[in-house]
């Protein structure tokens, strides 16, 4: 004899919908968690920011308390980071707040800045400089990028 | 064999769409971070682009700097960019006097008050062409002390994502010292009774 099995449950259809439906929420919170471990990527001209480190071209030179930078490439440096190196210790920089003649809107294609740094150093051993680029945040924002040190900055003493 | 009445598991089908949408929202995440990484062409200039500085002369007098310049390159070049050096102990040009041009003597223009074009036509064109030689004058400002040297980039006008840009030609950078015209004695005399008076 049969057993009669009475069984009670959801139509096939809406369970198959609201897996789905949890399924997307889930996702949707894994990928918005999962975005804040990565890391925030600044664009400039289109492309990532360390990308456009590469096409910066600039030349520059300390002599007798003066700093000269030229830019000689396509573009625009926001500011520098400066390093100095003296007897024990090492100092860093920001030149567009910290040397006035330093251009508001930074240096670009074929400008010149030249400023007395004797004030932040009267002995420097070692200086270093790497150019600081502004760029587009995620959220639309402008955020400046200091490019990598070893790959992109200059020894001018 | 039947099915058995017991059997437990989750859907092959609703296993499947589980798997597809996860692919999904980890490939949107990669890409999202990735896609700003791709590299696109730089805006350079090509190799065999050079501009030689034939004379560059400074009259204390008039204060005019007059520059000759030739196009010995491959390629013809729409203007440059111009700094001098006006501070012995400075060894790299930075003070930019583009904006010192004499246009009408120079049958040239300034260009946002950094560059120079060589052509008086509001149009971008790489008009300075293989050959040609050219002599420009600028009109220096007292603040600006006396130029002892001078350095120009040269520029192009290129194509670019569609649109028409210029280009900074940095790896043909060229110098020179600048030779001075000192004024006569008599004129530096008649100047320091000027100023004394």
């Known amino acids: ?157 | 064999m039947k099915r058995g009445k017991n059997c437990k598991g989750l859907s092959v089908v609703v296993g499947y769409i589980l798997l597809v949408v996860f692919v999904i929202i980890i490939s949107a995440i990669v890409f999202q971070w990735l896609k700003t990484y791709i590299p696109a062409q730089s805006l350079e200039c090509p190799d065999g682009v050079s501009v030689i500085i034939n004379e560059a002369d400074f009259n204390e007098e008039s204060r005019t700097l007059s520059l000759t310049l030739t196009n010995n390159g491959r390629f013809n070049i729409s203007g440059y960019f111009i700094n001098i050096k006006n501070n012995p102990q400075q060894e790299i040009p930075t003070t930019n006097i583009a904006n010192s041009l004499n246009e009408e003597e120079s049958n040239a223009r300034i260009y946002r008050d950094s560059a120079v074009l060589f052509s008086s036509a509001p149009e971008f064109e790489n008009r300075f062409g293989q050959g040609e030689s050219t002599t420009h004058f600028f009109n220096i400002q007292n603040n600006i002390g006396t130029p002892l040297s001078l350095r120009i980039i040269p520029l192009r006008v290129q194509e670019y994502n569609e649109k028409i840009k210029i280009v900074s030609c940095g790896s043909a950078v060229s110098e020179k010292e600048i030779f001075i015209q000192e004024r006569e004695e008599g004129e530096e005399e008649n100047l320091r009774r000027r100023e004394e008076g």
Do not use: H
């Not at chain 1, 139509?11 to 997307?24: C, K």
């Not at chain 1, 030179?61 to 520098?80: A, E, F």
């Not at chain 1, 006035?100 to 400008?111: C, D, M, N, T, V």
């Open chain 1, 1 to 157: 004899m049969e057993k009669e099995i009475y069984k009670k449950g959801i139509s096939p259809v809406v369970a198959t919908v609201l897996l789905i439906a949890i399924v997307i929420i889930i996702g949707l919170i894994i990928f918005l968690w999962f975005r804040g471990f990565t890391q925030e990527s600044i664009t400039k001209f289109g492309k990532n920011v360390e990308i456009v480190c590469q096409d910066v071209g600039f030349e520059a030179d300390y002599s007798g308390g003066i700093l000269s930078v030229s830019n000689i490439g396509n573009v625009p440096i926001y500011s520098m980071k400066l390093k100095i190196s003296e007897q024990g210790r090492e100092r860093t920089f920001d030149v567009a707040q910290e040397i006035a003649e330093w251009p508001g809107s930074g240096l670009r294609a074929g400008s010149g800045f030249s400023g007395n740094i004797e004030e932040l150093s009267e002995e420097p051993i070692e200086i270093t400089l790497t150019p600081v680029l502004l760029g587009i945040s995620s959220d639309g924002g402008e955020k400046s990028y200091v490019c990598n040190e070893k790959q992109y900055g200059k020894e001018v003493l």
